[in-house]
């Protein structure tokens, strides 16, 4: 066999195992029961692949999975509630930029006001 068609069928069986650990039992996690409550994880997963070729170096590809947790289910007296997860890092990076245009208007403001002021 060829050694390029081989690695093409090698990269190919690869990208498909990719896209089969991208399942729905990867997005909705295992149920866990305890109590009388069950919680269901919940995930977003994202994926994507390339590939290439270059006569002078030869051929290449690559795939990539991200997964991120959005929050859990939970089923209690046959009543479903949704958690979700929150992003520590987004609060606070949100918080920061918040407080920055905050001070950015601020100081406009106190500008504004002193060449106001000397105007009048």
Known sequence: MNTAVHEDVATLL???????????????????TQDGVTVVPVAKIGGGGGAGEDE??????GF????????VFVI??????????????????GGQLVAVVALLVGRAFARYRAGHSRRC
Do not use: C, M
């Not at 690869?14 to 866990?32: C, D, K, M, N, Y």
């Not at 990539?64 to 929050?71: K, S």
């Not at 046959?78 to 520590?88: E, F, L, N, S, T």
């Open 14 to 32: 690869t990208l498909h195992e990719a896209v089969e650990q991208a399942s729905v039992g990867r997005v909705f996690g295992t149920p866990i």
């Open 64 to 71: 990539g999975l991200a997964a991120r947790p959005l929050g």
């Open 76 to 93: 209690r007296g046959g009543k479903v509630r949704w958690q979700p997860a929150i992003d520590v890092n987004k609060v606070i990076l």
């Open 56 to 61: 002078a170096s030869g051929s290449g590809g």
